[in-house]
């Protein structure tokens, strides 16, 4: 397929966390649209799996602005400029959940929606953990929750985890581990 | 835990797609801070697993602006006013793929990026489809691509597929069809 021709593009809003586009596109059949969206951090995030052995990954429970709840989820955090994956990866769960990794693989990269965003979020399972601590920028103590990956049917169950990307994480490492 | 508290709710940036809250809260152990978020549609949207057969989902190729490239997903779209997920679910495939269904269920929600995004899809599995067409908003025509439901590590191993919220519900989906 012959991707649109963007005629033009303009910044049309930029705030503290958010800078939105819109895009005048021509399609290869000729028709013309005006589409907007969300550009996202250039380094993209990363999104964590740290498995204390092999059945238990460690989640984390904080306050989600979004939704105005506290909500579970995998550990997660933009890449700092200069930042390398992994190391952001690693940084990411000693802030967090408390722990470092002997071992960090970058499984594969998720997007959240491609239609109007261009966020990019790389998913990194992290084994081999030891205990270590950094400050990161929290408001408050976040609680990490260990839960074992083989029980993902009951974590689906909850009404406070919800977030795509964690669960297209846990079952793609889920059916790694089990292989 | 006890929620933080909105000290004030103000919209701080509005485009024809995009809607951005400023948040000012106090959490409970008395820190302040200032939060972003983006308000999504009040019914939130639909993501359909749409099944020809045990084995056969369907997915759709179409232009995502956010990544500006071509991209393989499952259906998708913004439930309208007034509208039953069920009912928004069956409207889109007719729309997308040129099916509809005598069977669908209301699977689970998703969220996208609780942390600054209030976005909810719900996941509605189809099966028993008939083809039945419907005249969607799109730019040009949706390819639709037949894969097996077993075959999802090849399909993560392809450069244009990647929304994690797809990638949740086939694993959702296949989990609970091979049951």
């Known amino acids: 397929m012959q991707k649109p021709k963007i005629v033009k593009a ?6 503290a966390l958010f800078r939105i586009e819109r895009l005048d596109l021509e399609f290869s059949n000729g028709v013309t649209a005006q589409y907007e969206r969300m550009l996202g951090s250039e380094r993209g995030a990363v999104l964590i799996v740290p498995m204390l052995d092999d059945d238990t990954v460690l ?18 955090g933009k890449i700092e400029k200069d930042e390398d994956i992994l190391v952001a990866a690693n940084r990411e769960i000693q802030e967090e959940v408390g722990y470092a990794s002997n071992k960090l693989t970058h499984v594969n990269s998720l ?3 491609p239609g109007y965003s261009g966020h ?18 929290e408001p408050e103590e976040i609680e990490v929750v260990p839960w074992s990956i083989r029980e993902l049917d009951a974590l689906l169950m909850r009404d406070d985890f919800s977030e795509a990307r964690s669960i297209a994480a846990l079952y793609v490492i889920r059916d790694r581990l089990s292989r």
């Open 59 to 76: 989640l984390i429970r904080e306050y989600a602005a979004g939704l105005h709840r506290y909500e579970l989820a995998l550990p997660k």
């Open 120 to 137: 990019t979020t790389h998913i990194v399972l992290a084994t081999d953990l030891y205990t270590s601590t950094a400050e990161g920028d």
């Open 111 to 113: 997007t959240l929606a």
């Open 10 to 15: 303009k910044i049309v809003a930029e705030t």
